[in-house]
């Protein structure tokens, strides 16, 4: 069965930089773009932008243009999301999510910045 | 980008009532909508895709309708373990986008 694994929650403080993996499983992992999707605490949810992981190829929303980077490992069938610069904002539960449909998702990773 | 529009916000229902939640997109998206389900501390649950197809395994009272701009998800019967935020998102085009979401609680 499809299983996207995320890595553990992270401590950061401003103006570090965050990476958070997305390990799949059950499924041929170049096959299928992964996104990432944000949500901050007691907010909605937010797309952050896709990676093909056949191809690499990058589609990030305008708003972290600059600051995110999207990677993948597909000797390990694994998703990256890097963001730089955080700010306290930033702080969020982070979760990658398999198209078609977004059936599958992450457990998801919180990560809180702060001083 | 794409905005959706979902209302209400919040609403209080009893058991066994007919909820029904709107969406509305700022373009048409013909059928690219998805539903989904989040409890608290829990990932979203995708309810419903391509606007009416029912995932599997979800109960048969959750349903799913519209096309275009305009989007229902419908509860027949509402039940205790319905009670979560509900979420609209289009994938029609990037940036994918959510609604605002619909919190629902038990009268």
């Known amino acids: 069965q499809v299983q996207l694994v995320q890595s553990g929650p992270e401590v950061k403080r401003p103006g570090a930089s965050m990476k958070v993996s997305c390990k799949a499983s059950?499924?041929?992992?170049?096959?299928?773009?992964m996104h990432w999707v944000r949500q901050a605490p007691g907010q909605g949810l937010e797309w952050m932008g896709w990676?093909?992981?056949?191809?690499?190829?990058?589609n990030y929303t305008q708003k972290y243009q600059g600051r995110v980077t999207m990677t993948r490992d597909t000797s390990i069938s694994t998703a990256y999301l890097e963001l730089s610069s955080l700010r306290s904002d930033d702080t969020a539960v982070y979760y990658c999510?398999?198209?078609?449909?977004?059936?599958?998702w992450g457990q998801g990773t919180l990560v809180t910045v702060s001083s | 980008d794409i905005q959706m529009t979902q209302s209400p916000s919040s609403l209080s229902a009893s058991v066994g009532d007919r909820v029904t939640i709107t969406c509305q997109a700022s373009?048409?998206?013909?059928?690219?909508l998805n539903w989904y389900q989040q409890k608290p501390g829990k990932v979203p649950k995708v309810l419903i895709y391509?606007?009416?197809n029912l995932e599997t395994g979800v109960p048969s009272r959750f349903s799913g309708s519209g096309s275009g701009t305009d989007f229902t998800l419908t509860i027949s019967s509402l039940q205790p373990e319905d009670i979560a935020t509900y979420y609209c998102?289009?994938?029609?085009?990037?940036?994918?986008?959510f609604g605002g979401g619909t919190k629902v609680e038990i009268k």
């Open positions: 990676i093909n992981p056949y191809s690499g190829a990058t």
């Open positions: 391509d606007a009416s």
């Open positions: 998102q289009q994938y029609d085009s990037v940036p994918l986008t």
């Open positions: 999510t398999r198209e078609v449909y977004f059936h599958h």
């Open positions: 059950g499924y041929t992992f170049t096959g299928y773009y």
């Open positions: 373009q048409d998206i013909t059928k690219y």
